[in-house]
């Protein structure tokens, strides 16, 4: 059968319980139907690029599906009827991520990163570069002031 990731989001004053319920629905739905769903995960509530029937947050859920396409049109037909889901996505993919997805993976461990190459410090400075490497001279504190120009003022 074919595989396929769908997100969806809910509205925001919709509560977590109900979210639950909702996926608990379309997981029903697409066993129904002869497909299963080997993982769901709740990304939690998200702001939204851009007001969606006035709407600033909502509810992310991505279910993965193993399921045949009637059963993800079906699944899509009741996302569209359901009035707390404000958008959802279903896209094709060649085979599902095991493990948690991109979006539940520690957003707090990116100390392993490389500093980019001629950036800048947290300081303004050049990263790795001390005085010494730059020639060994101080840059004059205070820009030098224009000549002054004389003006005559005529009464």
């Known amino acids: 059968m074919p595989l396929y990731e769908n997100v969806f ?14 996926t608990e629905e379309f997981t029903k739905l697409v066993t129904d139907n002869g497909g299963s769903v080997p993982k769901n995960e709740y990304w939690g509530v998200r702001g939204l690029t851009y007001r969606i029937k006035k709407n600033r947050k909502g509810h992310y859920v ?71 490497e730059r020639g060994g001279e101080d840059t004059p504190a205070v820009a030098e002031a224009a000549p002054e120009t004389t003006a005559s003022t005529e009464e």
Not at 9 to 22: G, K, N
Not at 73 to 101: A, F, K, W
């Open 9 to 22: 989001i809910a509205r925001q004053d919709v509560s977590s319980q109900q979210v639950e319920a909702m």
């Open 62 to 132: 991505l279910l993965n599906l193993d399921a045949p396409s009637d059963a993800v049109q079906e699944l899509e037909r009741n996302m569209r009827l359901h009035e707390d889901v404000i958008r959802y996505m279903t896209v094709r993919v060649e085979e599902l991520e095991e493990g948690p997805s991109v979006m539940m993976q520690s957003r707090g461990g990116r100390g392993d990163r490389r500093p980019r190459e001629g950036g800048r410090d947290r300081e303004g400075g050049r990263e790795g570069r001390g005085r010494e």
